[in-house]
């Protein structure tokens, strides 16, 4: 069982950033596959970045060049960084460990981006 907090979201305006974290409880976080996930109101969850447990990283094409993941191994943390933030970008983010086809989740962050 692992367990994640996440945190960081908030209010921002339309070209602002925010940085998310996300704690990891498993002191083998290393062998996740890491991940941001959000959900926006009347919206399918979608994925929104990953990095594998060597860093490999994947991006939506909606957040690419705009978003930044990455993870702290040592500190069992994962982060993402977003930046150049959009109304589009508001939703609830949730953190996500995988491996093995095992999801565990977050509780979610809210990030609005609003004027």
């Known amino acids: 069982q692992v367990q994640l907090v996440d945190s960081g979201g908030g209010l921002v305006q339309p070209g602002g950033s925010l940085r998310l974290s996300c704690a990891a409880s498993s002191n083998i976080f290393r062998i996740f596959t890491m991940g941001w996930y959000r959900q926006a109101p009347g919206k399918e969850r979608e994925l929104v970045a990953s990095?594998?447990?060597?860093?490999?990283?994947n991006y939506a094409d909606s957040v690419k060049g705009r978003f930044t993941i990455s993870r702290d191994n040592a500190k069992n943390t994962v982060y993402l960084q977003m930046n150049s933030l959009q109304p589009e970008d508001t939703a609830v983010y949730y953190c996500?460990?995988?491996?093995?086809?095992?999801?565990?989740w977050g509780k979610g962050t809210q990030v609005t981006v609003s004027s």
């Open positions: 996500s460990a995988k491996r093995a086809n095992v999801y565990y």
């Open positions: 990095v594998t447990g060597i860093g490999s990283t």
